[in-house]
């Protein structure tokens, strides 16, 4: 019988906790314990870099953290971080072994463009769900597209995080330099308590629908809030990565009054290409066979499907998450 996860706040900060010296792993040998050609995760400590602590990466790296060590022999642990860039860099540096990122931040990584200097040896465990790119405004601020932008105060998100890379992006995109703008790099805690008092102007966040700040956000001041379309910059970035497509984030969300047209990333978990077979497979096959489980930490994981796994553009899939992967879909 299968259980429920229920990642309630003291749950999460159970889960956390274990983090507490900074999240970064001990280098005990995850997996090695058991045959690199099973799919048998083994025992030893797995360490999740999430992202700000109210998004969805965040909710959704404890939850998973949670499935390991109710489901395996492994001790799985998750962090707050910066998000993308950070969490690939630091997986890289094998401060983590599994980073929550999005997928045109991982391209980048790939391919050694923005803010990686060479091509990073990283592989994914596959393509999890959506992040919308959510853009919100005061309603005093004068602010209708992004080119609007110049000379306000615009929250672009934590440093080295993928919503920095899409705010950034849209900035360019829109004509302006980011210099243009009094970009201010907070994290989403910050950025909501800044738009609550006045002292931003508006922010750019990627995240999961929805994205508990936001809600709370809407809840208590949505009346002097609303969205700006980025979809009319949509052409431009995608001659940056193919990887961005248009959405929408449905009224029921937030409880507004239409749905608001969004652009679109994947997300993808990221590992070290050295992770072994049997670690990258177990995992593989408990993120996607247990998807359910997920759903009962956030309604984003109902779009973790092993139909859209691989769907991953130039980052590769681990082989042992290939061979997880393949045996899913049969």
């Given at each position: 019988m299968k259980r429920t996860i229920r990642m309630t706040a003291l749950g999460l900060a159970a889960v956390m906790a274990l983090s507490a010296c900074g999240g970064q792993r001990d280098d005990d040998d995850a997996g090695s314990d058991a045959d690199e050609d099973s799919c048998d995760p083994g025992s030893g400590r797995v360490n999740i870099a999430t992202g700000n602590s109210t998004g969805v990466y965040f909710v959704?790296?404890?939850?998973?953290?949670?499935?390991?060590?109710?489901?395996?022999?492994?001790?799985?642990?998750?962090?707050?971080?910066?998000?993308?860039?950070?969490?690939?860099?630091?997986?890289?540096?094998?401060?983590?072994?599994?980073?929550?990122?999005?997928?045109?931040?991982?391209?980048?990584?790939?391919?050694?463009?923005?803010?990686?200097?060479?091509?990073?040896?990283?592989?994914?465990?596959?393509r999890i769900y959506p992040n919308y790119t959510q853009v919100v405004?005061?309603?005093?601020?004068?602010?209708?597209?992004?080119?609007?932008?110049?000379?306000?105060?615009?929250?672009?998100?934590?440093?080295?995080s993928g919503t920095e890379v899409i705010a950034n992006r849209l900035i360019e995109a829109s004509g302006l330099e980011v210099d243009d703008v009094k970009a201010q790099r907070l994290d989403l805690t910050q950025t909501i308590d800044g738009m609550k008092d006045g002292s931003i102007d508006g922010f750019v966040w990627?995240?999961?629908l929805p994205t508990p700040a936001l809600t709370d956000l809407f809840t208590s001041m949505g009346d002097e809030m609303e969205f700006v379309d980025p979809t009319p910059l949509l052409p431009k970035l995608k001659q940056v990565n193919e990887v961005y497509t248009e959405g929408s984030v449905p009224a029921a969300t937030y409880g507004l009054d239409k749905d608001v047209p969004s652009i679109v990333v994947p997300n993808v978990l990221v590992v070290r290409n050295d992770m072994p077979d049997n670690l990258a497979c177990g995992l593989t096959d408990l993120l996607y066979s247990e998807t359910d489980e997920l759903v009962d930490v956030h309604p984003s994981?109902?779009?973790?499907?092993?139909?859209?796994?691989?769907?991953?553009?130039?980052?590769?899939?681990?082989?042992?998450?290939?061979?997880a992967l393949d045996e899913l879909s049969q």
């Open positions: 959704m790296g404890g939850g998973f953290a949670e499935l390991i060590n109710d489901e395996t022999d492994l001790q799985a642990t998750s962090a707050e971080t910066g998000a993308s860039v950070q969490n690939i860099e630091q997986v890289v540096a094998g401060d983590y072994d599994i980073g929550f990122s999005l997928a045109d931040s991982a391209a980048d990584a790939i391919n050694g463009d923005g803010d990686f200097g060479s091509p990073q040896d990283i592989s994914t465990l596959g405004v005061r309603k005093d601020a004068g602010i209708d597209s992004i080119a609007d932008f110049e000379g306000k105060a615009i929250s672009t998100g934590s440093p080295q990627s995240g999961g994981a109902k779009d973790i499907k092993v139909e859209t796994a691989t769907d991953t553009g130039p980052i590769p899939v681990h082989p042992g998450s290939q061979r």
